[in-house]
């Protein structure tokens, strides 16, 4: 009788659970679940799922910071016309909880952090009626409570986030006379002004850290327009496939994700669109399953191999509390019939 | 003609209403009114309507949802005042009219 060993040259391994990073071709055997499997080389397709549902909190516009499995949300608007909210909630990869709010009601703020217990929050835009308009206040979360810290230095809503509690950046943003390309980088007590955006811009999706981020569309223009940082300069590199705005953007610099978005011309103009950015261009993937812009994002460090798309504007124009779970691509398995 | 979608009506209850396995077999489309578009014809676009209790409807009768809640939100848009429909965050605009496909 034919053996393994004698055709192939090699005993087939035994595991207890899959190799986390098989090569092409490689056979083994699964002594949990009493099966062989082999890679073969193709790649599945990321995907979204849903995840739990916001409480109470208003759902788009949000600062959102974490891990799929560890985020938060805080803050942010309900539209027509849009309410600043205080409200913050953790996501704990199944439910969301509320927690201590903000001391200060804004929406249009940006949060960065590594996890649901460590974060800032800044910047943001006043409630309507209150004759608070753009703020250039930074609150810190340290797990239980928002304390206010040091303000930045440029008053502005909706500015590109990235990095965690005490390393982060605030890219461009809407000032009170319109888009800036200002960047500050937080050191964990104060602002300071770094190099400017090459295109003045707000509202985009942006990730990564202070010496290595990636910031991509825009809040108000429809473009695919994105930059790299390398700590001191901003540079120009390949554009989305899909020219939209308020897309949402979770990962690394060198492996990211943008997401859901908006192009007013079209019907229905909110978008499912989803792209990965590989370190050097964006490719297509696999679409929201429910289409989505001005949303928020938590992915620090995981790149674009999981993450979590938060709240946003749907397609009818409503604020939504729903969380959408990405799990990137991965090596197709095979399961070989023993039948 | 042959029905390339099919159309129910379900709450999304959060997690494990749609589950990777799930989204990478077919493609969804969530819609205004707890509408979803799957795949017409598909075993897994049928096992997962039943999966969600799904209420099957016709296009038609989808579209009639989707347009109920999407005329709601554009009236909703009109009773504003011009001050508010300019709003700091400029995407913030009119809901347009969906047109789900046959």
Not at chain 1, 110 to 127: D, E, K, L
Not at chain 1, 137 to 155: H, I, K, L, R
Not at chain 1, 322 to 332: H, I
Not at chain 2, 35 to 40: G, K, L, N, T, Y
Request: aromatic share 8%; glycine share 14%.
């Amino acid at each position: 009788m034919a053996t393994y060993i004698g055709t192939h040259g090699g005993k087939i391994q035994n595991y207890s659970s899959d190799p986390s990073n098989p090569v092409e071709g490689e056979v083994w055997y699964n002594s949990t679940s009493n099966v062989i499997k082999m890679e073969t080389g193709a790649i599945t397709a990321g995907s979204w799922a849903t995840g739990g549902n916001m409480n109470n909190i208003t759902k788009f516009d949000n600062a959102t910071f974490g891990i799929l499995t560890a985020a938060l949300a805080a803050g942010g608007g309900d539209t027509g016309p849009p309410t600043g909210g205080q409200d913050t909630e953790l996501y704990n990869g199944t439910n969301w909880t509320e927690v201590n709010n903000l001391n200060t009601s804004r929406y249009s703020l940006r949060g960065a952090g590594a996890s649901s217990s460590s974060g800032i929050a800044f910047g943001g835009y006043g409630p309507a009626g209150t004759g608070n308009p753009n703020l250039n206040v930074t609150e810190q979360w340290n797990g239980t409570n928002w304390t206010s810290v040091n303000n930045m230095n440029q008053t502005a809503q909706v500015r590109g986030p990235a990095g965690i509690v005490t390393a982060a950046l605030a890219i461009g943003g809407g000032g009170p006379s319109g888009s800036i390309a200002n960047t500050e980088q937080w050191n964990g007590t104060n602002w300071t002004e770094v190099g400017d955006l090459n295109v003045v811009n707000s509202g985009m999706a942006s990730f990564g850290t202070t010496t290595a981020a990636l910031a991509t569309s825009s809040g108000s223009t429809v473009t695919g327009a994105t930059e790299s940082y390398n700590g001191s300069n901003w540079t120009e590199v390949n554009d989305l496939n899909t020219s939209r705005r308020g897309v949402g953007g979770f990962g690394t610099q060198t492996s990211g994700l943008a997401y859901g978005g908006q192009v007013p011309s079209d019907s229905p103009n909110t978008k499912a669109n989803t792209e990965q950015w590989n370190g050097s261009n964006w490719t297509e993937t696999t679409d929201l399953n429910i289409a989505v812009r001005t949303v928020g994002g938590a992915s620090y460090n995981t790149g674009n191999s999981s993450g979590l798309s938060i709240g946003g504007i749907n397609s009818s124009g409503n604020a939504q509390g729903y969380a959408q779970e990405w799990a990137g691509e991965s090596p197709s398995v095979k399961t070989i019939s023993t039948d | 003609m042959t029905k390339t979608y099919q159309y129910c009506v379900a709450e999304n209850w959060g997690k494990g209403f749609i589950d990777h396995g799930e989204s990478s077999k077919i493609t969804f489309v969530g819609l205004p009114g707890n509408v979803w578009q799957v795949p017409a014809h598909n075993k897994n676009g049928n096992l997962w309507i039943a999966k969600v209790a799904g209420i099957v409807k016709t296009k038609d009768e989808a579209q009639a949802i989707v347009d109920t809640e999407v005329q709601a939100a554009q009236a909703a848009w009109d009773a504003l005042p011009d001050a508010q429909k300019a709003p700091a965050i400029e995407n913030i605009t009119r809901p347009t009219d969906i047109t789900l496909e046959e």
